[in-house]
């Protein structure tokens, strides 16, 4: 009996030291449906998210689940990973933090959603694709895998390019250069008044900025090219040139850059814009919003431009960047999810967007009907009115990764090793090297 | 026999949870990142190709890791040995003297302790800030007037000692209070003896105090190597993420950019098997050669 008893109190500890392991949220079944969409809490906000979400749930008579993080990528890796609790939407964009989107469509975890562009807009009798801005859901990174099919969905447009103070030009009398040799030109009479002519927040701006750079030496077909990993095309003089460009550039940076180009103190070389320690930094329209409570010289007035041309009959380009939302393998209500993509493309649902979250312009045709005259987005998104031409950014997917070589992330070898460059730690000819015989281990990878 | 017998399974019985739990969490995990080190894996899909040792091979080959190991190690170093230092000194002061406001110091050197990690990195980027850091401020009184500023977290031969600068001041406290809690349990009469026979302050530092808290040091020593290891990560993600073009990268920074950023989580997994087994030996070798006979009051 006493060892019975002596038996019953350990097994009885045991139990309870267990019990915290099991789980216990079975869900009540219920008859309605509920959408789950688990995304980003970044710089557009979430406002527009939870309009567009009421609406949707009002017309559909579904639920909508919100799942917005900071941190949303570690939040969602581990479920992905176990298979349990999937979303049957993922807004993050492909770059961001942590990397979850580009794992994702490396490792083909992506459904292909090609039928939204033939849906109609719920609500609306016209269809997905008259209500997107044409080429939009054309871009590389939106089709990574040379099938042809669309397996992201473009949102939140933006145009990027190199911001300054107007006010300062104004102040100064100096023209926005429109060449690079103009541009270099302006830099020595800056740097004769103590004023550096560029700064760059982190390396991973230079996807934006050096594709630009890329289509302005090298032209669009050479540049698709090289997005596809076209050893002949980056050995090219032309693709070099663009090297050379960002090269030059180190003797005119600003000389604390570096030293902040960090997650943590970007934004004080964004300020350096502001307080005209420097003329030009590489950014995108969410810029303003970010450096809105920031202190500012006397005058300052946000102005933005497209690179400067490498000759005065070439084209100057302007990196539109997106953010994209997508359907991961293992979502549960893949067809609402379809009619909810196909519903963000609504007018109704881009106003929301615009208004209710942080002036989020969304690719679609009447997008830009929201941004009123005095806002100053009106500025930025008429840069391609003003001749100014777009071009995507991203490189294509990879079938093998390459173990150690890190070519295209922010921190890699082709944008990460400005930072060296800059501090001349490094001169363009080891960059350039470095980077092509890195292209040769992924190419020799990927045969 | 039979009582014994029973003694037995009691324990057992009574160990089974720790034991459960215990290979659940650690053992089984450990020996799961040794498995998916051999991988070709991406991380997130079922596509899992064998490639033995393959993973260790280009580790071998790769400058990135080589440079990440040598961060570490001169992080493992330098920390241990200066925090060990300030370390004892301050507490030998703090025990042994009368020094006034001898809380208020305890105190003062605890605090970074109470700081998290984040916290700190962010007072310390700001100290180290290029234009108007308290650093630079103070350097600039004595250099001409358009003098640049030291770019503390921009040089690369500069921002690995700026980390180590990091978090020696952030584990001095720690640490100082683990050796005064071992220097108060000296009896005091070792010391009146010692100052009797003539003995001066800085003898019976190093032939009573240093020896009877030996022992407290060598555990430290370990908590010196894993500790690094594990913080290092947390400062250079926080302070420089691993830059200026990888200059400050240390062996978990390199991990996660591998495992997350890279999409290449086998490999990642292999850097974190070196890892485990490094900080393994280490501790090992360093417990072995610091080994003495044990002295007792």
Known sequence: MKKFMKLACVSAVMLTALAGCGSSDKKADTDEKVLKIAGLNGGFGTGGWEAVAKKFEEMEGVKVELEFEKNISDVLRPRIQAGEDIPDIIYLAIGGEGGLTDTMVKEKQIQPIDDILDMTIPGTETKVSDNIIPGFTDALNLRPYDDGKLYLAPLNYSPCGLFYNAGLFKEKGWEVPTTWDEMFALGDKAKAEGISLFTYPTTGYFDAFFSALLNETAGPDAYEKMMHYDEKTWESAEAKQAFELVGKLADYIEPNTVAQANGTDFSKNQQAILDNKALFIPNGTWLPGEMEKAPRAEGFEWGMMALPKVSADGDAYSTTFTEQMYIPEGATNVDLAKKFMAYCYSDEAATLFYTKGKSAVMPTIHASDNIKDDDINKVFYSIYDNGAKANAVGFAALENQVEGVDLTTGEGILYGTVNSVMTKDKTVDQWYDEFITALKKVVEANK | ?297
């Open chain 2, 1 to 297: 026999m039979n009582n014994r017998k029973q003694e037995r399974r009691f324990v057992w019985l009574c160990l089974a949870p720790a034991i459960l739990l215990f290979t659940i969490f650690m053992v089984f995990p450990t020996l799961n990142v040794f498995r998916m080190s051999l991988l070709k894996w991406g991380g997130l899909s079922a596509n899992q190709e064998f490639v033995g040792f393959n993973n260790f091979l280009i580790l071998f080959k790769d400058m990135n890791f080589i440079r990440s190991c040598q961060n570490t190690i001169l992080i493992i170093v330098l920390v241990a040995i200066i925090t060990l230092i300030f370390a004892v000194v301050f507490a030998a002061i703090l025990t042994r003297e009368k020094v006034k406001g001898e809380n208020f110091f305890r105190i003062i050197f605890y605090i970074p302790n109470v700081l998290s990690v984040v916290v700190i990195s962010s007072i310390f980027s700001a100290i180290y800030d290029p234009s108007n850091g308290l650093l630079n401020s103070i350097i600039g009184l004595f250099k001409p007037e358009n003098w640049e500023g030291i770019k503390f977290l921009g040089d690369q031969s500069i921002v690995i000692y700026a980390i180590i600068g990091t978090m020696i001041w952030q584990a001095i406290g720690y640490y100082m209070v683990m050796y005064m809690a071992s220097m108060s349990s000296i009896p005091e009469h070792l010391y009146e003896s010692a100052s009797l026979d003539g003995a001066n302050k800085i003898q019976q530092f190093f032939k009573i105090t240093l020896p009877l808290i030996w022992g407290n040091i060598r555990t430290t020593l370990t908590f010196y190597i894993i500790s690094s290891i594990n913080l290092s990560f947390l400062f250079v993600k926080v302070m420089t993420g691993g830059g200026p073009d990888g200059a400050s990268e240390v062996f978990l920074s390199y991990l996660y950019r591998q495992a997350y950023d890279n999409a290449t989580y086998g490999y990642g997994m292999a850097i974190g098997a070196i890892v485990f087994i490094f900080s393994f030996a280490l501790s090992a070798i360093v417990n072995h050669i610091t080994l003495r006979d044990d002295m007792e009051f």
